[in-house]
Structures are given as C-alpha cells and as structure tokens.
C-alpha cells in the first residue's frame, strides 16, 4: 500500500488525493478523517526527510535554486533562500553566484543578511491580520522575561560565559561547512517545508474553499508577494523575486492560480502601484512602516522590562 505522503505529494487536488488514496487500498469513507490521518503521516514524512541522510558532503550547485512559470508572456522566477540565521561561508558563496539573477523584489528583512546584494524589499509582513499586536504581544512578553532575569544575571555569568563559547565554535564550524538548513535546501529545494502541516498545493486548497477565504498569516504574506510582483513594472518580459524558500511553492501557486482575498490583491496592487509610479515616495513609505514597526516593538519590551518592577513597587509600597 503506498503511503499517504506520496499519493498526497502526486495528487493535483484533494479529490485527485482521495481517489488514489482509495485506489490504493486506504480507507476513504470520510474525507476529514483521511485528511488527519495524512497530517499525521506528513509530520513523520517531513521527520524523514530531514532526518534520513547526511547532506554535508553534497556537491554544491552553482546557483540558488529558484522555480519559473510564465503567464502572459511574463516569466516569473522566485529563488528561495534561507535567512533565519547568519550565511555559512560556502552558503553565501553560492548566493553571490547567484546575484545577477537576484536583483529584483525581496521579502522584507531578508537582504539584511546579504548586503552585498541589489534589489527592493517589499513590506510583505504588514498584510497579516492583526500583526501589530502580535509583535506588540512578543516583544512585550521578552522585555517582561529580560526585566525578572537582570537581577539574577550575576548568577548565570557562568552559563552565559559558556555559552558565548559554544557559539563562537559554532561560528567558526559555519565557516567551513554548511549549516543543515541551508544544505536540505541546495539538495531538496522545496520537496519539504519544515512547519506546513500538509503539502502545500493541498494546504492552500483548504484555505481556499473556505468562504471567505481563511489564509494563514504565512499563506497571506506568499499571496502579497506574488501579487507584487505581478503588478511591479520592471519593463521586461522577465520578472524575479528572493524569498524564504518556504514561500516558493506558495508564491509560485498564487502567480499560476490568482489569489482568492481580494483584500490582499488590493493592498499588493496599490503598492506596487506607487513603487511603479514614484519609487522615491515608495522608499519613504516602507521606511515609515518600518520605523513604526520598530518603535512598536520598543515601547513594547520597555513596558514589558519595566512591569516586574511596577509590580513589586505596588505590592511593597502600596
């Protein structure tokens, strides 16, 4: 009997899924338990993949791996790239290989990690709902931490000595050797994002059969670039855009099949809109997003860092 990971990764849509899944001697009387049983399987898939071979020997390719599709007239190419972490040496060799190719959109917060690079980052963060106060809850809830840890700092002198250690080996290590991340991507690009609960063609169809559409904050901020990027006018029959390779395949989907939350396609079109129209005015405005962003966060850790303290003020004194 094939495995649900397989039939799902070969399926074109869930009803394509069901019906190989049923072919295939699986249980398909209720589609929704199927579905679970298949979240289940795909987080241990996803397990396997990552886990199954050494990928530190691989040879390395040239170039950052990208996907194209062409759409009226227009070929799109979306490389992605990894940038949770600072680049391995041998990692930032290949991307610098790959510059020519990159100098086109950006997701925001990526080219930080590049600075050699060209390109324009596009504020892609600003589309997820209720953004503002996630960050304001985060960055509030680590000043809060940092608040109660300063007075006791003295006491972790010796792990936080230690631990400076590990990390400077570690630095050290990544100027030789690619990180696992970044290896799993050169290898694998795409075949398996690391947090996506299904494959994602099946993942953003569930999405979209909600009414109205019901996108995750990722899904939405995949759907913002694509949307970008199409209406950006560069005046060539060539478009290119860097993302985390987590937003590939999504991107990539929403460039073939639209996007079905016209709330994003607006936003999406109305900026790029202004990039096309007065590139200076579109620079100040992603600089304002971003000073908001950041002064958002920092009042946000001042209060949280200042709260203990308010609190002991209150049960000491009043």
Not at 20 to 39: C, F, P, R, S, T
Not at 258 to 282: C, R
């Amino acid at each position: 009997m094939k495995p649900l990971p397989k039939l799902a990764l070969q399926a074109v849509s869930i009803d394509d899924f069901v019906t190989l899944a049923g072919q295939a001697g699986h249980l398909v009387k209720d589609e929704d338990i199927l579905l679970e049983h298949l979240k289940e399987e795909w987080l241990k898939y996803r397990l396997y993949i990552f886990l199954r071979k050494d990928y530190s020997h691989l040879p390395l390719p040239n170039q950052l791996p990208h996907l194209e599709t062409e759409k009226d007239g227009i070929t799109y190419t979306v490389f992605g790239i990894v940038h949770e972490q600072e680049p391995s040496q041998p990692y930032l060799h290949i991307v610098k290989n790959t510059a020519p190719a990159l100098a086109g959109l950006w997701e925001q917060n990526v080219m930080k990690h590049f600075a050699h690079l060209q390109g324009i980052e596009i504020p892609d963060h600003y589309v997820k709902k209720q953004r503002d106060l996630r960050l304001v809850n985060s960055s509030f809830w680590d000043g809060f931490t940092d608040g109660i840890v300063l007075p006791l700092l003295p006491l972790f002198i010796p792990q936080i000595r230690e631990k400076r250690r590990v990390e400077k080996e570690k630095k050290e290590k990544k100027e030789t050797m690619l990180t696992a991340l970044e290896a799993i991507t050169l290898s694998e690009p795409f075949a398996i994002i690391p947090f996506a609960e299904l494959p994602i063609h099946l993942h953003l169809e569930l999405a979209e059969r909600v009414r109205p559409t019901s996108y995750s904050p990722y899904q939405r901020r995949s759907a913002y670039m694509a949307e970008f990027l199409k209406a950006w006018d560069n005046r060539a029959p060539r478009k290119t855009i860097t993302v985390g390779a987590g937003h590939v395949l999504e991107i990539i989907h929403f460039l073939e099949k639209g996007t079905k939350d016209q709330q994003i396609v607006d936003l999406a079109w109305g900026d790029a809109e202004l990039l096309n129209s007065d590139p200076l005015e579109f620079h100040h405005f992603y600089r304002r997003y971003k000073t908001k962003e950041r002064l958002l966060g920092s009042i946000a850790i001042g209060s949280g860092f200042l709260t203990p303290y308010a609190l002991l003020a209150k049960w000491l004194f009043f």
